[in-house]
C-alpha cells in the first residue's frame, strides 16, 4: 500500500515506554500532523517509520516496505528532515548535496538541476560553493530542506522545517509543502507550531507516548464548537432562557453578542430558537471554529489526567 500504514506501533528504552498502541494510516497527498508535547514519542515514531530505530511491537509499511525487514528500500522512498539540520560545516553547500547524492546512489547529472531548482527557490542561488559553517541558521535550514527532497522521495518527514526562516522564506517551505502534497506524495509534519499546523495538515495525530485523538483538522475544531450569535440590544438579558433549554447551555455574553457553547452544531437552531421566543431579535448566528491550540490544549489535559488516574 502506498502511503503509511502503521499497526500497534511500540518502542520501549529500557523500561521506559517512549511509544504504545500506535496505529494510524496517512494516504498519498496528504499532509499529516503528528503532535505533542515535548517527549511525546514523535521523534522516536518518526525514526521508526523510517528505519533509523527499529520497533519494539507492531508493524508498519512505509509505502509499501515493511519498517522492520525492508529498512534499505525504506531509505530510498523517504525523505527526513530532523530538527538539527545535520549538515557537513565545513563542506560547501553544493559538496554537501553531492554527498547526500552519492549516498542515495544518484546519477548527479540528473540529481544536480533538481537540487539547484530548490536552491534557487530558496534564495540560496549563487551560494552553493560557500561552507555550510558560514551559513546563517536561516540558510542551513533552508539547505537542509533541500537535501531532504533531493532525491525526490514518496514519504516526507518534516520536523519543524520553518524553525529558524523568516517569514517569506517560511511561506516559501509551506508553498514547496503544499505542492509535494499535490503531486500524489504522502507528508508528516511534526510541529508545535500549531498556526503551521492549521494552515498545512488535513488530518492531525496527538499523541502522549500512546494516540490522544486521530481526527480530521476540521472535526477537531469543530467538536465543543460554539454560535456566535449577534441580538439587538444587551445579550445577557437573554442568558437565562438558554437555561431552559434540554441541553443548558453555558454561555458568554458581551454587549449585543452572545457565545452559547454547544455539544453539536445540530443543536444551533434549537438555540436560535429558544433565543427568538424570549424575545430577542437575532442579526446573526455563526458557527465558530475553536482554535486548533484550545483543542489541543484540552486534549493534553484530558491525556495528563487519565494518566494519573492509570494503575
Ligand atoms: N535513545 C533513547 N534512549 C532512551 N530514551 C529515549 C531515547 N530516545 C528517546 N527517548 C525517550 O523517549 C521519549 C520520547 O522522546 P521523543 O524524542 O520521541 O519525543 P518528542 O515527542 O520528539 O519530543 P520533542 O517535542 O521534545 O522533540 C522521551 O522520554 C525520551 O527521553
Known sequence: ?????????????????????????VRPGEVFGLLGPNGAGKTTTVRMLTGLLQPSEGEAHVWGHSVRTQGEALRRTVGLLTEQPGLYERLSARDNLRFFMKLHELDERQAWPRAQAWLERFGLGGRENEPCGSFSKGMRQKLAIVRTLVHEPQVIFLDEPTSGLDPESARTVRDAVAELAAEGRTLV????????????????????????????????????????????????????????????????????????????ESQAPDV????????????????????????????????????????
Not at 3 to 15: C, D, E, N, P, T
Open 272 to 311: 436560535v430558537a429558544c433565543l427568538v421566543g424570549a424575545g430577542a431579535r437575532v442579526r446573526g448566528a455563526v458557527p465558530a471554529q475553536r482554535p486548533l491550540e484550545e483543542v489541543y490544549l484540552e486534549l493534553i489535559r484530558e491525556g495528563r489526567a487519565e494518566g494519573r488516574g492509570a494503575p
Open 1 to 25: 500500500m502506498s502511503g503509511i500504514s502503521v499497526q500497534g506501533l511500540a518502542k520501549r528504552f529500557g523500561s521506559r515506554t517512549a511509544v504504545e498502541g500506535l496505529s494510524f494510516d
Open 189 to 264: 509534519l511534526c510541529s508545535h507550531n500549531l498556526a503551521e499546523v492549521e494552515r498545512l495538515c488535513t488530518r492531525v495525530a496527538v499523541v502522549k507516548g500512546r494516540l490522544l485523538a486521530l481526527a480530521p483538522l476540521q472535526e477537531l475544531r469543530r467538536a465543543g464548537s460554539s454560535l456566535e450569535v449577534s441580538v439587538e440590544g444587551e445579550a445577557s438579558r437573554f442568558v437565562p432562557a438558554l437555561a431552559t433549554l434540554p441541553f443548558a447551555p453555558s454561555s458568554l455574553a458581551e454587549g449585543g453578542r452572545l457565545r452559547v457553547m454547544l455539544a453539536d
